[in-house]
T-cell receptor
Framework: GDSVTQMEGPVTLSEEAFLTINCTYTATGYPSLFWYVQYPGEGLQLLLKATKADDKGSNKGFEATYRKETTSFHLEKGSVQVSDSAVYFCALATPTGDYKLSFGAGTTVTVRA | DTAVSQTPKYLVTQMGNDKSIKCEQNLGHDTMYWYKQDSKKFLKIMFSYNNKELIINETVPNRFSPKSPDKAHLNLHINSLELGDSAVYFC????????????FGPGTRLTVT
């Protein structure tokens, strides 16, 4: 079935460091791809999305590009802040599928001042 | 205004008890979901309803029963609680069943002792 695999955490880095969280997917057809973020004690929020190959999603300084050739959707931010400490989830949806989002296992990111 | 709200936020109960978690959304969305997040942050879909009709019914024990009195509400009732039911339960909603941009509630942390 359709699935995503994201890099295991936890990831700890200093403020202003560069962040990359790897995400690769397995899907039949042409999925839509998402990054959700969960701040401590809260529910998930949609961070960004891309619906077709070569699309770039961006929000709050985060970016991810839908790469069909490498089946990847890596999340990047050039300069992280303490407020970016959260759990990040890569997710996939197949438009003609079963109406489910398939979430990755989540990557915990901690940014130190 | 809270878009997706859940009550209670915390629930501590003993094994064998029956409990309910309530969810309401004021976004005018047609589709609502229940997810279970375990201690390792892994997120699993349990149920979804579209306009009061059950759409997704994952492999969960039949002690779990969702109820949707109207499209703005989706409640989760759990009978005969077990230790393994301890988790954070998230309600979410989306505009339509084919919309994968989901809005999550703050979660209900259930602890079974």
């Amino acid at each position: 079935g359709d699935s995503v695999t994201q890099m295991e955490g936890p990831v700890t880095l200093s403020e202003e460091a560069f962040l990359t969280i790897n995400c690769t997917y397995t899907a039949t057809g042409y999925p839509s791809l998402f990054w959700y973020v969960q701040y401590p004690g809260e529910g998930l929020q949609l961070l960004l999305k891309a619906t077709k190959a070569d699309d770039k999603g961006s929000n709050k300084g985060f970016e991810a590009t839908y790469r069909k050739e490498t089946t990847s959707f890596h999340l990047e931010k050039g300069s992280v802040q303490v407020s970016d400490s959260a759990v990040y989830f890569c997710a996939l949806a197949t438009p003609t599928g079963d109406y489910k989002l398939s979430f990755g296992a989540g990557t915990t990111v901690t940014v130190r001042a | 205004d809270t878009a997706v709200s859940q009550t209670p936020k915390y629930l501590v109960t003993q094994m064998g008890n029956d409990k309910s978690i309530k969810c309401e959304q004021n976004l005018g969305h047609d589709t609502m979901y229940w997810y279970k997040q375990d201690s390792k942050k892994f997120l699993k879909i349990m149920f979804s309803y579209n306009n009061k009709e059950l759409i997704i019914n994952e492999t969960v024990p039949n002690r779990f029963s969702p109820k949707s009195p109207d499209k703005a509400h989706l409640n989760l009732h759990i009978n005969s609680l077990e230790l393994g039911d301890s988790a954070v339960y998230f309600c979410a909603s989306s505009l339509a069943v084919s919309s994968y941009e989901q809005y999550f509630g703050p979660g209900t942390r259930l602890t079974v002792t």
